[in-house]
């Protein structure tokens, strides 16, 4: 019977001498999870002032913060109850380890997928160029961005590649140029044709009058003059005015009987144009 109090008192003194630590732990434990549910919400809302479109890079980043506070809050727990937390470190590095070994294209799309976040050389809406793709920018995800082609194509290409690659983004600057190449054959007057041409581009309302049109003489080919012209138009309505402009070219052509250099064996009766065959 002596021998029972003793144990008995034995584990009431241990369980008053660990009591403190035991509620603290579970202290640390419940408030440490609470605020770590919160950091999704928190890291979601300063991604959102940092002007990143995708709701879903908002919330993964948010899981990936809220998973590795978690993580320190179970290790601070087991060390305050007196459990060598040593152990755990090197479990969970090992398993970091391994899982980085796995998923290492993942987590370069991943460092990428950051990267843009940060740079941002581009946002969802604009008209890039990456590699062989042109085409506007559907969704930017955390391992990859989606691309929409003018013919509704999606394509999914991943972000350590986009970042190998140059990029060009035709949609940052608020004016873009539309360029117009012609081929006048020497049998017509030049200055009346550089006269039609430019009143032609700038009746279009989707150009930009205050914006200075480009007109230039590139070559002098042995049949024809090589032309080139730019109207400025607003980024966003670039390719509606790019059509316009260009009807009102070969409308243009076709009004004052303009005649068009082209190589020999190409018909342009269909256009309504009279052309001059070249060699």
């Given at each position: 019977m002596g021998?029972?109090?003793?144990?008995i008192q034995q584990i009431i003194q241990l369980g008053i001498g660990f009591a403190p630590r035991i509620v603290l732990?579970?202290?640390?434990l419940f408030a440490g999870f609470w605020l770590a549910n919160k950091t999704t919400d928190i890291t979601a809302k300063v991604l959102k002032n940092l002007n990143t479109q995708s709701v879903e890079v908002q919330t993964f980043v948010g899981s990936i913060v809220s998973i590795g506070f978690k993580i320190l809050i179970v290790?601070?727990?087991?060390?305050?109850?007196?459990?060598e937390t040593t152990s755990f470190v090197g479990i969970i590095a090992a398993m970091g380890f391994a899982v980085g070994l796995a998923l290492q294209g993942n987590l370069s799309n991943f460092a990428a997928g950051v990267m843009i976040l940060i740079m941002k050389p581009f946002k969802v809406g604009d008209e890039v160029k990456t590699g062989n793709?042109?085409?506007?920018?559907?969704?930017?995800?955390?391992?990859h961005t989606?691309?929409?082609?003018?013919?509704?194509?999606?394509?999914?290409?991943?972000?350590?590649?986009?970042?190998n690659n140059s990029i060009q983004n035709f949609s940052t600057l608020p004016i873009r140029k539309i360029m117009v190449k012609v081929n006048v054959p020497y049998t017509e007057d030049f200055f009346k044709v550089?006269?039609?041409?430019?009143e032609a581009g700038l009746s279009v309302p989707e150009v930009e009058n205050d914006v200075k049109p480009f007109?230039?003489?590139?070559?002098?080919?042995?049949h024809f003059i090589r032309i080139s012209m730019s109207f400025g138009t607003e980024s966003k309505k670039y390719w509606t005015a790019k059509t316009k402009v260009y009807e009102a070219v070969v409308q243009a052509f076709h009004d004052h009987n303009i005649k068009v250099?082209?190589?020999?064996?190409?018909g342009f009766g269909e256009f309504g144009l009279e052309p001059v065959a070249v060699s």
């Open positions: 021998d029972i109090n003793t144990y732990a579970l202290f640390v290790i601070s727990v087991a060390g305050i109850v007196g459990i793709t042109w085409a506007f920018v559907s969704e930017i995800q955390i391992f989606v691309f929409k082609e003018l013919d509704s194509t999606l394509t999914i290409i991943p972000n350590s590649i986009i970042l550089k006269k039609i041409l430019m007109f230039l003489v590139k070559k002098f080919d042995d250099a082209y190589p020999v064996g190409v």
